[in-house]
């Protein structure tokens, strides 16, 4: 702040150390549950129960952790989300960017109704879709699949605009060049326009990592054979009570850190771009 | 002449060919089960063999009856989703809200040290799942875990968060000696609940779930805040502080009503958002205690996939769907009423509805809830 202002430089003081007071004391907040997560997920079942606040555990065992990649499915688990992760973000930046620029970029007839058409799809709330996708997974035959896992999820219509607002933003003059020269459509857009859109294609390659290692509900209606849980519905499951005798805080909680470590890693690794632009940072 | 008229076909040949896989999977997967749906909410359909077999009867809006009028158990569970889904909604829209904003203008201050570890910091938890939060949240609210140790040091002797069927305001109400309906209240209701039930509060268990809801969610709505907030620039603040307002009146006056396109991206969001709680009952309480934290949205899974109620399970997200329809439409409606001189208001609107419309979906679709 510059000076002269007409704050008079003690107030300023003052009211700095209250922001910084209140930040401070938010960002324990906030982030304290999960130093006691990786702290508990350490303990012994007793000292977890005796003292759930402690940051150090009484004697550090790692035996949450044994079990879970010994004794329990939670191994294939992450297998079935690496797998659907990968498809599923493969197919969402492929698919998305082809459908964004041809509704940024592709005079074709029809364009405004399949762009109206997508505006209106996007408005039906995810929940309302539980039992509609069901029906049609298992009409279609791939319930209990992978295909059944996957495809669903290959579509995405908010990837679709932010690779459109992307395309939207390229110089027509890029493009030009490249049809003098005799390029088609598909020529311009996967050797002259996709390579352009990396920073467009990293966002929707974060975002549908995330979603897609998030999803729980697509996992639930769309399968019930054990070998194709994933960890959102493994874990759910955990949590609910399978596999335990009592409450093994300490097994759960580090089954929940498991699963959370893929897409902390990438948050940690992108989070300048993440925090500091909000182009469909939108996470329900 | 022939040439611009092929190079049109062409192109509309090609716009649609790289349209296709998308156009394919949301219309297989989107709108060809919305429609799927709608018919086995007006069928008799209980899970056997293809809902579109010949066994499958038409039973018109005999669903919907039984959840909305049907004086049983359906009538009850739904009440008492609603009811419970409701003061979720009334306390997770307004804090999360205020929280972001609050966060927001905290993290923008370009004096500010350490900015991006505090961005990080209320961020996190909105990118974790969860399924791993409530995990989390059942530990931090167990019956002797961390927050009752915390309230513990302040002498207060915490609930059983997840298993206290109990509703806050009738707490309330009993602390001043009321303990019972009054006869207007308890004899009757709606929705099969009396009205006495309907203004029992959230419970405690639904308590816990609503501050879980503002810890993972104040920090997306924050970085739509800060994008806000940058998008004002100095100038306008600046301006304000030459004519010698403070520091509150710069925000009241200045850049909250700046602010109001964002706010009512995040109020609808909210909106939408809190009527589908679903991932933290099925990982967590599974509606109970005493069907406390059941929600629309849970009734509909259970009673289509566990209770075989296919018809009355579609029925219930029909009428979920409807309702935040409804509710956003309200909210676009009592946002968009004082603004504005009137010939401008109506342009306004209009475009402000088309911007809206597009972020409100980049959310929806954007993750799960």
Redesign the interface.
């Given at each position: 702040?510059s000076a002269g202002?007409?704050?008079a430089p003690r107030a300023r003081a003052t009211?700095?150390y209250v922001?910084y007071a209140?930040?401070v004391l938010?960002?324990v907040v906030?982030?304290m549950?999960?130093l006691?997560?990786v702290a508990?997920s350490f303990k012994t079942e007793a000292d977890?129960?005796a003292n759930?606040?402690s940051l150090v555990p009484t004697t550090a065992t790692a035996e949450a952790y044994r079990t879970l990649f010994v004794d329990s499915p939670l191994p294939t688990w992450f297998a079935n989300s690496v797998i659907v992760t990968l498809f599923v973000t493969t197919g969402r930046v492929?698919?998305?960017s082809?459908?964004g620029?041809?509704?940024a970029r592709?005079?074709?007839?029809?364009?405004a109704l399949?762009f109206a058409v997508?505006?209106a799809?996007?408005?039906?709330?995810?929940?309302?879709?539980?039992?509609?996708?069901?029906?049609?997974i298992n009409?279609?035959a791939i319930y209990d699949s992978y295909a059944g896992l996957i495809?669903?999820l290959?579509?995405?219509?908010?990837a679709?605009?932010?690779m459109k607002g992307f395309f939207e933003s390229v110089p027509a003059s890029v493009e030009e060049a490249a049809r003098i020269d005799g390029a088609?459509?598909?020529r311009i857009?996967w050797s002259v326009v996709l390579p352009m859109a990396r920073p467009a294609v990293m966002t929707v390659i974060i975002?549908s990592f995330?979603?897609s290692?998030?999803?729980?509900?697509?996992f639930?209606?769309a399968s019930q054979d054990p070998d194709l849980f994933n960890?959102?519905k493994g874990?759910?499951q955990?949590?609910?009570g399978a596999l335990s005798q009592g409450?093994q805080?300490p097994l759960?909680?580090a089954?929940?850190?498991l699963?959370?470590l893929p897409?902390?890693l990438v948050?940690?690794v992108f989070?300048?771009r993440?925090?500091n632009?909000?182009t469909?940072?939108?996470?329900? | 002449m022939a040439r611009p008229r092929s190079r049109?076909g062409?192109?509309?040949?090609?716009?649609?060919?790289?349209?296709l896989?998308?156009?394919v999977?949301?219309g297989?997967?989107?709108?060809?089960?919305?429609l799927?749906?709608l018919w086995?909410s007006v069928s008799d359909w209980r899970g056997n063999g293809?809902?579109f077999g010949g066994d499958v009867g038409f039973v018109g809006l005999e669903n919907y009856r039984q959840i909305l009028a049907g004086g049983g158990l359906a009538e009850r569970d739904f009440g008492t989703s609603l009811r419970n889904n409701l003061f979720y909604v009334v306390l997770v829209v307004p804090l999360q809200t205020v929280l972001a904003l609050l966060?927001a203008v905290?993290?923008t201050?370009?004096?500010?040290r350490g900015r991006?570890?505090?961005?990080?910091?209320?961020?996190?938890?909105?990118?974790?799942?969860?399924?791993?939060?409530?995990?989390?949240w059942?530990?931090?609210f167990?019956t002797?875990?961390?927050v009752n140790?915390?309230l513990g040091w302040v002498g207060l002797n915490g609930p059983a968060w997840f298993q206290d069927p109990r509703g806050v305001l009738h707490l309330l109400l009993g602390a001043v000696g009321v303990d019972r309906a009054p006869a207007a209240l308890g004899e009757h209701g709606f929705l099969g609940i009396t009205w006495w039930d309907w203004v029992a509060g959230p419970s405690v268990a639904m308590s816990a779930f609503v501050l879980m809801a503002v810890?993972t969610t104040s920090?997306?709505f924050m970085?739509?805040f800060?994008?806000a907030l940058n998008n004002i620039g100095d100038e306008i603040e600046e301006a304000g502080?030459i004519d010698?307002a403070?520091?509150w009146q710069r925000f009241r006056h200045v850049t909250l009503p700046m602010l109001r396109p964002t706010l009512f991206t995040v109020l609808t969001?909210g909106l939408?958002?809190t009527?589908?709680v679903?991932?933290q009952i099925?990982?967590?309480t599974?509606g109970g205690p005493a069907k406390t934290t059941l929600t629309p949205?849970y009734l509909?899974?259970q009673s289509?996939?566990v209770n075989q109620r296919?018809g009355q399970?579609?029925a219930i997200?029909?009428v979920?769907?409807a309702i935040?329809?409804v509710l956003t439409l309200v909210q676009r409606w009592a946002l968009s009423e004082d603004r504005g001189s009137r010939g401008e208001r109506a342009r306004a609107a209009a475009v402000r509805a088309g911007a809206t419309?597009?972020?409100?979906?980049?959310?929806?679709?954007?993750?799960?809830?």
């Open positions: 702040m202002t007409p704050t009211g700095t922001t209140v930040l938010l960002a906030y982030v549950p999960f006691i997560q508990t977890a129960a759930p606040l492929l698919f998305c082809m459908a620029y041809a509704l592709v005079p074709f007839r029809g364009r399949a997508l505006v799809i996007m408005a039906v709330p995810n929940v309302v879709l539980l039992i509609p996708k069901f029906l049609v009409q279609l495809i669903p290959l579509a995405d219509a908010s679709v605009f932010i088609g459509t598909f857009f975002l995330q979603a290692w998030n999803e729980l509900n697509h639930i209606v960890l959102t874990v759910a955990l949590a609910s409450t805080y759960k909680l089954a929940a850190l699963m959370t897409v902390a948050f940690f989070q300048k993440i925090v632009t909000t469909g940072a939108v996470k329900e | 049109r062409g192109q509309t040949r090609d716009g649609w060919v790289l349209m896989p998308v156009v999977l949301l297989l997967f989107l709108v060809a089960p919305v799927m749906a086995v293809s809902p966060l905290l993290v201050r370009r004096s500010l991006g570890f505090f961005r990080t910091a209320f961020y996190f938890p909105s990118v974790t799942s969860s399924v791993a939060i409530t995990v989390l059942l530990f931090l167990s002797s875990g961390v140790k915390i810890f920090g997306t970085l739509l800060i994008a502080l010698g403070n520091a969001l939408i958002g009527w589908q679903f991932d099925y990982t967590g599974q949205a509909s899974f289509a996939f296919w399970g579609a997200a029909f979920l769907f935040i329809v419309a597009r972020r409100q979906g980049g959310g929806v679709t954007g993750g799960a809830a």
